[in-house]
């Protein structure tokens, strides 16, 4: 089962910043956070991952709490090619289990 | 680099046959995973090669088997084909096992008849 609740959509305006949120209470120690999206029909596509800091590369920053617990993931500038479905992924960093394991996802849309 | 790729990416089967896919992993990548994607029942994990040896595998009926050759590169296959085993599949690879970010390949659109 998966280990994140994400709500199941949401919208924004091309241009604005979309903020994705989601909640991991059970995440361990050593569990990151891993964001993935997908294209309708496509293959899932990496985005950003974190443990404990806030990070940030080219296409999102990703926002963890202090008692991480939850996160969000802010694309800063949408796009109407950003409108997929986005899952947020809970992962162990040891190599016992090696298994991704996707929820419903939350699916953004993206309005002109 | 060159990303995942995965060959072929459509394929149309009629039941009872047997269907065989590939996947090329990114250069330097020593794992590679596949999953099943239906829209009833998600994205599931099927099995996990690392090294030419299955390391992990998901609730699936034994009619569904993989490899990994000494290049990295795997193939799944399915037997005796059924209606449900219409799907998305995917494959994915990493660095190392379970320790490093899985980057996924476009997919194998597989429509059984």
């Known amino acids: 089962d998966a280990k994140t609740t994400q709500p199941p959509s949401m919208d924004c305006a091309e241009g604005r910043a979309a903020n994705l949120p989601c909640n991991h209470s059970?995440?361990?120690?050593?569990?990151?956070v891993y964001w993935y999206r997908q294209i309708h029909s496509q293959g899932p596509q990496y985005i950003i991952h974190?443990?404990?800091n806030n990070e940030t590369n080219e296409m999102a920053s990703l926002i963890i709490t202090e008692d991480r617990k939850s996160s969000t993931l802010i694309l800063p500038h949408a796009t109407l090619r950003d409108t997929a479905v986005y899952y947020c992924?809970?992962?162990?960093?040891?190599?016992?289990?090696?298994?991704?394991?996707f929820g419903k996802g939350i699916t953004l849309s993206v309005r002109p | 680099k060159a990303g995942v790729t995965q060959t072929p990416r459509y394929l149309i089967k009629t039941r009872g046959q047997q269907v065989t896919l590939s996947c090329s992993p990114i250069?330097?990548?020593?794992?590679v995973s596949w999953y099943q994607q239906t829209p009833g029942q998600g994205l599931q994990f099927l099995f996990e090669y690392f090294s030419e040896t299955q390391r992990n595998k998901g609730n699936f009926p034994g009619r569904f088997s993989g490899r990994q050759f000494s290049n990295s590169r795997s193939e799944m296959n399915v037997s005796t084909l059924e209606l449900g085993d219409s799907a998305l599949y995917l494959c994915?690879?990493?660095?190392?096992?379970?320790?490093?970010?899985?980057?996924f390949g476009p997919g194998t659109r597989l429509l059984v008849l």
């Open positions: 059970t995440i361990s120690g050593n569990e990151y």
């Open positions: 994915a690879s990493s660095a190392d096992r379970g320790r490093e970010t899985q980057y």
């Open positions: 250069s330097g990548h020593r794992s």
């Open positions: 992924i809970v992962w162990g960093s040891t190599g016992a289990n090696s298994k991704l394991t």
């Open positions: 974190g443990l404990k």
